[in-house]
């Protein structure tokens, strides 16, 4: 009798798997935007000359005359250590590299260059509550808030390449001489809605955030070494969402020294 029992619990066994694998099928997956869809060869990035567009929302891009541009561009790149010259091509593979702690799995994101907020702006068709957004630091900029190295530093490991020996790597970013280490450092994303022409609200998200930094969490300190989600339901419902940076590590004359790059994927949309 305990074999036929036991006989009949072992056939059911099956049934019930197959069972769950089909309710897990059934699970709705939220309909994100990845950019996943926009076509790179591998390692890669492209400046569209008029900004693109992914699942109806669609992203600005403003090139200028001396090569440069401001808004967004797309990437598929995620070097994670220093470069050895400072050559454009050498500091374009940080500029549109996300920096994550091992290797990046969200295939194509969006790389910010938020010089002008004017230029920098994603828009929806009809009035709709962006639920939240992963945002990352570019490689660049994490290795400048990190090593803060410019010149004449002791030797240090480059990043991720555990068999280089030690030198004194340069991060090319001008200025830039210390780490983003002090007591109330900061550099923060501030997203500002609009319905219309009418501004809804605006949040602000850090990327790097010590001590004091931040007056509604004065004891946080952490910078960002991954993607993370940024609530942005607080601005209510928008058709413009526009983009800009705030450091605290600025130049004599007031200009921030942390450039105004960061990278985005994963916009859901409240249905």
Same mark, same amino acid.
């Given at each position: 009798?305990?074999?036929?029992?036991?006989?009949?619990?072992?056939?059911?066994?099956?049934?019930?798997?197959?069972?769950?694998?089909?309710?897990?099928?059934?699970?709705?997956?939220?309909?994100?935007?990845?950019?996943?869809?926009?076509?790179?060869?591998?390692?890669?990035?492209?400046?569209?000359?008029?900004?693109?567009?992914?699942? =109806? !929302? @669609?992203?600005?891009?403003?090139?200028? /005359?001396?090569?440069?541009?401001?808004?967004?561009?797309?990437? %598929?790149? +995620?070097?994670?250590?220093?470069?050895?010259?400072?050559?454009?091509?050498?500091?374009?593979?940080?500029?549109?590299?996300?920096?994550?702690?091992?290797?990046?799995?969200?295939?194509?994101?969006?790389?910010?260059?938020?010089?002008?907020?004017?230029?920098?702006?994603?828009?929806?068709?009809?009035?709709?509550?962006?639920?939240?957004?992963?945002?990352?630091?570019?490689?660049?900029?994490?290795?400048?808030?990190?090593?803060?190295?410019?010149?004449?530093?002791?030797?240090?490991?480059?990043?991720?390449?555990?068999?280089?020996?030690?030198?004194?790597?340069?991060?090319?970013?001008? =200025? !830039? @001489?210390?780490?983003?280490?002090?007591? /109330?450092?900061?550099?923060?994303?501030?997203?500002?809605?609009? %319905?219309? +022409?009418?501004?809804?609200?605006?949040?602000?998200?850090?990327?790097?955030?010590?001590?004091?930094?931040?007056?509604?969490?004065?004891?946080?300190?952490?910078?960002?070494?991954?993607?993370?989600?940024?609530?942005?339901?607080?601005?209510?419902?928008?058709?413009?969402?526009?983009?800009?940076?705030?450091?605290?590590?600025?130049?004599?004359?007031?200009?921030?020294?942390?450039?105004?790059?960061?990278?985005?994927?994963?916009?859901?949309?409240?249905?």
């Amino acid at each position: 009798m305990k074999r036929i029992i036991f006989l009949l619990i072992f056939g059911l066994v099956p049934f019930f798997y197959a069972c769950s694998d089909k309710s897990e099928l059934l699970v709705p997956i939220p309909d994100d935007i990845t950019f996943n869809e926009l076509q790179l060869s591998p390692y890669t990035h492209n400046i569209p000359d008029n900004g693109f567009t992914s699942k =109806g !929302v @669609t992203f600005n891009t403003k090139k200028n /005359g001396n090569g440069t541009y401001s808004g967004f561009a797309y990437s %598929n790149q +995620n070097n994670r250590s220093f470069v050895w010259s400072d050559s454009q091509t050498a500091r374009d593979t940080n500029l549109y590299s996300v920096y994550t702690s091992y290797r990046n799995m969200t295939e194509v994101f969006a790389v910010a260059c938020a010089n002008s907020e004017a230029d920098t702006y994603f828009t929806i068709q009809q009035p709709t509550i962006v639920e939240h957004i992963l945002v990352a630091n570019t490689t660049y900029n994490y290795l400048a808030m990190t090593y803060g190295v410019n010149s004449g530093t002791s030797p240090i490991a480059n990043p991720n390449i555990p068999s280089a020996p030690k030198a004194i790597w340069n991060t090319f970013a001008p =200025g !830039v @001489t210390r780490k983003l280490n002090l007591t /109330g450092d900061y550099y923060k994303i501030v997203a500002k809605g609009y %319905n219309g +022409n009418t501004q809804t609200g605006t949040v602000d998200i850090y990327l790097c955030c010590r001590k004091t930094a931040d007056p509604a969490n004065p004891d946080f300190a952490f910078l960002r070494t991954d993607w993370v989600k940024a609530d942005l339901t607080a601005l209510g419902a928008v058709t413009k969402v526009t983009f800009s940076t705030e450091s605290s590590y600025e130049d004599g004359t007031g200009n921030d020294l942390i450039h105004s790059w960061f990278c985005i994927d994963g916009i859901r949309l409240k249905k």
